[in-house]
């Protein structure tokens, strides 16, 4: 009778535990509303790598896409941006953030003569550029979203741009374009929809919000779950291989797969890149096209990185 009571209370916390198990780990992808097509890899407790890569997907065949989720609330880490003027790589930047393990390329270009001007950035309470464009400038679209951030790096918002910056008062502002989800709505779809127009893209100016935002191009966004989590995004693109998005595209898969808060295009095309530690050749993820070649050498030096340490 003793060893019957004994055997069944050994099979009951065996059950009890292999339980919790399944919790941890269904707690760490519940965000990933669905997990076909999708690979999954713990960088640490707090942060999941989610790489997907469909051909048969209805929506998403022949896409390439990274994903990576950050978890403040688990206080193991903290994001931190980075910016130099004189701009570097990504994997560069990375060697510089000690104990970083993921990381994106940021915003769009600031020290740029045709552009320096359409741009908020703010770090520690210093304000290094500030918009100055009129909305007549065909610029106007590229700073319609923000995401303001604490200084330890564990509290993130994104939200539409206000007319006057000097009144938002966080901390951290990096700004960027298009909105594609404000507060579960996918406002994306509809900033630069192109189907039905009878327009020549072709003959448009490259930064008109049409031509640059309603093609298919690389992608790089950010976004913020319901939980707080902060999510680094990359579209590969302008290959056979990977197809890239436009910004309604990425926002109907940032909604189907993950339907974050709030999300916001950042810098993409060339600039398109995502860093992960130890990864070879050089910690680069995705294929950046700047070389022309489906590899990980063709980066781009940027000004801002947002990385994960």
């Known amino acids: 009778m003793i060893k019957r009571l004994v055997l069944l209370l050994a099979i009951t916390l065996s059950i009890a535990c292999a339980s919790k ?7 760490n992808q519940a965000e990933l509303l669905d997990q076909k097509g999708w690979k999954i890899d713990t960088l640490r407790k707090d942060v999941i790598w989610y790489k997907f890569s469909s051909s048969t997907d209805r929506e998403f065949a022949g896409q390439n896409v990274n994903v990576v989720s950050f978890n403040p609330k688990a206080k193991l880490g903290n994001a931190v941006l980075a910016y130099k003027k ?3 790589s990504l994997s560069v930047f990375a060697g510089r953030i000690s104990g970083a393990i993921a990381g994106i390329n940021a915003t769009y270009f600031i020290e740029k003569k045709d552009s320096a001007d359409y741009m908020h950035l703010r770090l520690k309470g210093k304000d290094i550029q500030q918009v100055k464009v009129p909305k007549t ?8 979203g923000m995401m303001t951030f604490n200084d330890e790096g564990t509290a993130f918002e994104i939200k539409f741009s206000p007319t006057d910056f000097s009144k938002v008062k966080a901390s951290n502002i990096i700004t960027g374009a298009p909105m594609l989800i404000d507060n579960f709505k996918p406002v994306g779809l509809t900033f630069a929809d192109t189907a039905g127009l009878q327009l020549d893209l072709k003959k448009l100016h490259y930064e008109h919000y049409l031509k640059h935002q309603g093609v298919r191009h690389p992608r790089t966004a950010i976004a913020v779950t319901k939980e707080g989590k902060l999510l680094l995004i990359t579209v590969d693109g302008r290959n056979p291989k990977a197809k890239g998005m436009s910004a309604k595209e990425l926002t109907l898969f940032l909604a189907r797969y993950f339907n974050p808060k709030s999300a916001m295009n950042i810098d993409g095309g060339g600039s398109t890149m995502m860093w992960i530690k130890g990864e070879v050749p050089n910690g680069i ?10 590899d990980h050498y063709g980066q781009r030096m940027v000004e801002t990185a947002l990385f994960i340490k």
């Open 137 to 144: 400038s065909i610029y106007w679209w590229k700073h319609q």
């Open 21 to 27: 198990k399944t919790r941890v780990s269904f707690s």
């Open 86 to 88: 004189e701009k570097d």
């Open 285 to 294: 993820v995705n294929y950046p096209t700047d070389n022309k070649k489906f």
